[in-house]
């Protein structure tokens, strides 16, 4: 379901050292690295953050990985951020990305979708996937289920 192997190990607060054109590279931290797929875990974040354009442009492969004319934009930000540099990372380290997210939120639903459009390279696009926590419920332990029912009140 997830993409990995049994044995992978979950590395949280994963730094995957995006690229930047100035020839530096970004310590931002992404939710987990389990195997071969980084992934982010949206269970009561309301969005997936805006960014400032200067930053966003000053990543390396930004051009290469999307359609830049198609990125959603509020004013002079870039919106959903952390989608694009999790595509970004998954791309310069050649993984895969997932986004967890609550079938109950079709808004983040709908920015995922956004955001994949824009993607140019039809395998880095195969690469990435959406997962819902209900979804993921159902193939869960039974005490972790009555955890996230319990807490965010997901039920698969």
Known sequence: MLGTEI?????????????????FVERTEIDMKLGPVLFEAKLTESDFQSQKAAIVEG?????????????SRLGREYVSYQLLRNVLAAFALNLSFC??????????????YAVMTCVRSMD?????????????????PRR??????????IVS
């Open 144 to 153: 972790l289920q009555c955890f996230l029912e319990l807490k965010y009140g």
């Open 59 to 71: 990543y390396r492969d930004l051009k290469e990985v999307f359609d830049c004319r198609k990125l």
């Open 99 to 112: 986004v967890l997210l609550d079938a109950r939120r079709p808004d983040l639903r709908e920015q995922w």
């Open 7 to 23: 044995g992978d190990l979950p590395e949280f607060g994963f730094k995957p050292r995006i690229p930047l054109t100035s020839g």
């Open 124 to 140: 880095l696009r195969t690469r990435c996937k959406i997962l819902t926590w209900q979804e993921l419920s159902a193939a869960l």
